[in-house]
């Protein structure tokens, strides 16, 4: 079992930056490849970006390429989140997810992955 928690969430006018982070527990964290998916209101819920255990490979939607930065800290078993150059349409809940499976081309599917977070509500007013 992997459990997780994000933080980070809030207000922020556009043009700014917001950092989530998300802390796993339980399944030793450096044998998962860590996800973030967001969900906006009335929508699906999509692939935002994704990092393999070792670091070395990371995947990112193309709506947020170039202004969002997927990294990890395996000692202190988190994943971030460094959300730039804001915008309205990046309005949703961000969740956390994590996978076992070691096949990296599977990292943009939601159904690669067993374990999710909460959510955290990120919030860029119009």
């Known amino acids: 079992q992997v459990h997780m928690v994000e933080s980070g969430g809030g207000l922020v006018q556009a043009g700014g930056s917001l950092r989530l982070s998300c802390t796993a527990s339980?399944?030793?964290?450096?044998?998962?490849?860590m996800g973030w998916f967001r969900q906006a209101p009335g929508k699906e819920r999509d692939f935002v970006a994704a990092?393999?255990?070792?670091?070395?490979?990371?995947g990112y939607a193309d709506s947020v390429k170039g202004r969002f930065i997927i990294s990890r800290d395996n000692a202190k078993n988190t994943v971030y989140l460094q959300m730039n150059s804001l915008k309205p349409e990046d309005t949703a809940v961000y969740y956390c997810a994590a996978t076992t499976s070691p096949y990296w081309s599977n990292y943009d599917t939601q159904s690669n992955y067993g374990y999710w977070g909460q959510g955290t509500q990120v919030t860029i007013p119009s």
């Open positions: 990092i393999m255990w070792t670091g070395t490979n990371t």
């Open positions: 339980g399944r030793t964290f450096t044998t998962v490849t």
